[in-house]
């Protein structure tokens, strides 16, 4: 039913597959975006390294944002993204 919640004993975590959640975030104009994807990119050090970004890309996309983000970035990391 809509607004209840379900406990973690009855969810499919005696599957092995933990509860998930999800969410939002508004910016205004004078967010840096390319900060806010870095911020957002390196979760994945204190992730649980189940799902195939975490394991597979997120580290190259965090370090490539980062060197956007502090000018040192070249074309070919846009190109290459592409």
Known sequence: ????????????????TPLRSAGFVVYD?????VGAARRFSSFSIGSCGQC????????????LLERMETGSGTD?????RS
């Open 1 to 16: 039913m809509v607004g209840d919640a379900v406990a973690p004993e009855v969810s499919d975590v005696a599957l092995g």
């Open 29 to 33: 104009y004078t967010t840096c975006i």
């Open 52 to 63: 195939p970004p975490c394991k597979l890309g997120s580290n190259a996309i965090t370090q």
């Open 76 to 80: 070919g990391d846009l190109r290459s």
